[in-house]
């Protein structure tokens, strides 16, 4: 069976160890190399923005999922808080 497309959920922020934006670097471009598509949170930002940066560098395809809920999820979320 072959990989076609990896999900990856990871920070919008960089975190406080350099070696996660160097590992996520180093996870996009070898997704990239390999034409794997990453599918991730959409941010240009942090951590998620540097996989996708580094796969686009790398030639692979990228695609970004931004979640849009409605609002009635907000409210259930609160009452159930409640």
């Known amino acids: ?4 497309s990896v999900a990856v959920f990871c920070g919008s922020r960089f975190g406080s ?6 590992q996520a670097r180093a996870l ?3 997704l990239g190399h390999a034409g794997i598509r990453l599918v991730y949170g959409g941010g240009h930002v942090g951590l998620m923005g ?3 940066d580094a796969a686009l560098a790398a030639g692979g395809a990228v695609t970004g ?3 849009a809920f ?4 907000i409210r259930v979320r609160s009452c159930m808080k409640g």
């Open 1 to 4: 069976m072959q990989i076609s």
């Open 65 to 67: 999922i931004i979640p």
């Open 50 to 52: 540097t996989v996708a």
């Open 28 to 30: 996009g471009g070898a």
């Open 17 to 22: 160890r350099p070696e996660y934006a160097a």
């Open 70 to 73: 409605p609002p009635s999820c």
